[in-house]
């Protein structure tokens, strides 16, 4: 992650025009850092030469990113007769790292990610959720113990990124609604109770999205919609979340379907929630997505006539998505993991929908997250806050 996301405003943010003398070293330290980010390892003199810096400004910088513990610096072993062995300067992954928990109604996952995206360690715990002080201490309990597991060195950590169901207010203080599970007012610093780190409060069908879209440098604009017990998404413009004037920017599941017609948790009827909510299908197996995909794929009659029936619906969904965004689609939450293969039927009942005779196979896209994408986004965005804020200078 990072470079390549980078990379659309840079020529703008280097142009000496807008930039005072802060704003020029900071560029220059972050163009430093980026590219031994890509590199991974690179000599003084391949930095200066690439970058076109001067040889003590690239000192001086790599000085600093080495005292942050940013990088390290080792000879490197080169056979050139006659001549020094240069030193080669390594960019560390592991320099940061962030944790992040995803909550829902029966579990709860931590992940350890690096600066680079990369998971460090999963743990995946069945919890049922609880609004009460003994469930706040099983979350500290759960970043300690994911700490232990993975080894970290506390100063290390950046922070502890907690995504729960339900929306947040602006501030990131409080769940402005929390119906979903019962959270609706609970607060940061509740939910912080037990944990000794910096923390954020993150909508989960944010927290998913925004580990998409880190994880893909081709995508800048997309709608992810998380098809999960209910329905949310969440939208990136520029790589950054939308998130309206109000809160409810990428509701999804509460866009009309059919008009009275099945009663949605929201009061109202007919939104697509009652329909394509990952439920309509896991009730008919016991609860259990894995058993109903088996069962669909051993060719059980009764769930394919079902499972064309929701892929009618979701073709809908994903076609009025398209028209209002015109964005990238990516199909996320429990369902995500599954859609894989059934990605052409999708698509064949998207495109007879288009006004514009367009192919879906351009900007419709299953998940890559398949597991833990809400705990990943949660703790990525520690991971860019420290990305975009760490090698500011005002000297
Ligand atoms: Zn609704």
């Known amino acids: 992650m990072g470079a390549a996301k980078e990379s659309p405003g840079h020529a703008e943010e280097r142009n000496p025009i807008h930039m005072n003398i802060a704003d020029i070293k900071t560029d220059n330290r972050k163009r430093i850092y ?95 959720y609880q609004r009460n002080d003994d469930y706040l201490k099983v979350l500290g309990n759960e970043v300690e113990n994911i700490i232990a597991m993975a080894g970290l060195q506390r100063e290390k950590i950046l922070g502890v990124g907690i995504a ?60 992810y919609v998380s098809l999960g017990s209910s329905i949310g998404g969440s939208v990136f413009i520029n790589d950054k979340v939308y998130l309206g004037d109000g809160l409810f920017s990428c509701e999804f599941g509460h866009l009309n379907l059919i008009p009275d017609g099945l009663p949605c948790y929201c009061g109202q009827k007919g939104c697509f929630d009652s329909y394509c909510n990952s439920e309509v299908l896991s009730s008919l197996t016991g609860g259990d997505l894995f058993t109903f995909f088996d069962r669909l794929n051993n060719g059980d009659e009764k769930l394919r006539t079902i499972w064309d029936t929701y892929l009618q619906n979701l073709a809908t969904l994903i076609t009025e998505i398209r028209m209002m965004f015109g964005s990238s689609i990516i199909i996320g939450g429990e369902i995500g993991p599954f859609i894989d293969k059934y ?41 860019q806050e420290f990305l975009d804020t760490a090698l500011e200078t005002t000297d």
């Open 34 to 128: 980026s590219y031994l980010r890509e590199q991974s390892q690179a000599t003084k003199q391949e930095i200066a030469y690439t970058l076109q810096l001067s040889l003590p400004t690239v000192t001086q910088n790599l000085t600093y990113l080495t005292e942050l513990g940013l990088i390290s610096c080792e000879n490197k072993v080169i056979n050139r007769a006659g001549g020094r062995n240069p030193v080669a300067y390594s960019y560390i992954p592991d320099a940061r790292v962030a944790i992040g928990l995803d909550i829902t109604r029966h579990h709860i996952k931590s992940i350890v990610t690096d600066l680079d995206g990369q998971i460090i360690k999963y743990v995946y715990r069945r919890k049922d």
């Open 164 to 223: 729960v169901p339900g929306l947040i207010d602006r501030t990131g203080e409080y769940v402005y609604d929390g119906r979903v599970i019962d959270n609706h007012g609970m607060t940061r610093a509740e939910f912080s109770r037990y944990i000794s780190f910096k923390t954020k409060l993150i909508h989960d069908s944010a927290a998913a999205g925004y580990s998409e879209i880190v994880h893909s440098p081709d995508i800048h604009n997309a709608c």
């Open 343 to 383: 990605l052409p039927q999708l698509q064949v009942k998207i495109d007879v929908k288009s006004p514009f005779s367009e192919k879906s196979a351009s900007f419709l896209h299953a998940c890559r997250n398949k597991m833990e994408a809400i705990a990943s986004g949660a703790a990525l965005y520690f991971v």
